[in-house]
């Protein structure tokens, strides 16, 4: 009788520690509506003094919307005021949350930004060879502890990195790692490396809020832009 008392008491004391040991082992839930957070429009300059001869070609001919080279939006070139995705990671920049969605082979970021939706694969697939490039790219992740990893490539080469008018080539890899540091805060950190454009890869970090009470809306490129801007030809009639 006692030895099976002593048994049922070292049973009850561990199961504290099983449960925090499964618990412990699972990956953090990133789903929630998320918004970008201090998120500077420069953040890419870090890589300027690592841009090819290529790359600074192809950043003159750029005419942003914004910071030093800026023109009015009827003399923008910025891809995006032609209503093209903004691919990644420029998607960021704009000023509109996204919505995580986990499900069982693949998380989704539903971006509020004209409905731009991002399939990223985790059921352990490799990057498909076989398809011509898009927009978005194809995003691949895995979970290393508890950061997502998410790679992306084949990503044409028309989009910008950043509102500045950075530029990339279809040689560019993305990768980003999310990270959630409080139940309120995700940290992503994107490293770019593309070979064509940037001497060395190099990475940049900036946060995510999470708003439990906000909604992703409808946002259209054209529906929801200036007629004005739409009238001169910035974006396509």
């Known amino acids: 009788m006692l030895r099976t008392k002593w048994f049922a008491a070292v049973g009850i004391l561990l199961l ?5 040991a499964q618990e412990k082992g699972k990956t953090p839930d990133l789903t929630g509506v998320w918004t970008a957070r201090g998120l500077s429009a420069t953040i890419f300059t870090k890589g300027d003094p690592l841009m090819t001869d290529w790359a600074k070609t192809e950043y003159a001919k750029a005419k942003p919307s914004f910071g030093p080279k800026m023109v009015t939006l009827d ?4 891809p995006v005021y032609k209503c093209f995705p903004p691919g990644v990671p420029r998607v960021y920049f704009h000023p509109f949350p996204l919505q995580i ?10 971006f509020e930004y004209d409905h731009t939706m991002r399939r990223v694969y985790t059921d352990g697939r490799k990057h498909n060879e076989d398809i011509d490039p898009t927009w978005m790219g194809d995003s691949i992740g895995h979970w290393e502890g508890d950061t ?3 790679e992306t490539t084949n990503q044409i080469a028309k989009s910008w990195i950043d509102r500045l008018g950075h530029p990339h080539s279809e040689q560019l890899r993305v990768v980003e790692k999310f990270k ?4 309120d805060n995700l940290q ?3 490293t770019l490396n593309d070979a064509k454009a940037y001497k060395e890869p190099f990475s940049v970090t900036f946060n995510m809020q999470l708003k439990p009470n906000w909604e992703v809306a409808e946002q259209n490129c054209i529906d929801n832009s200036n007629l ?3 009238e001169k030809g910035a974006l396509p009639k």
């Not at 504290?16 to 925090?20: Q, T």
């Not at 003399?75 to 910025?78: I, P, R």
């Not at 969605?101 to 539903?110: G, T, V, Y």
């Open 75 to 78: 003399q923008t070139n910025d």
């Open 148 to 150: 997502l990893v998410v």
């Open 16 to 20: 504290p520690l099983g449960v925090f």
């Open 188 to 190: 992503v950190e994107v």
């Open 180 to 183: 959630k540091t409080t139940a």
């Open 228 to 230: 004005d801007n739409l």
């Open 101 to 110: 969605i986990e499900a069982p082979k693949m998380l989704l970021m539903f």
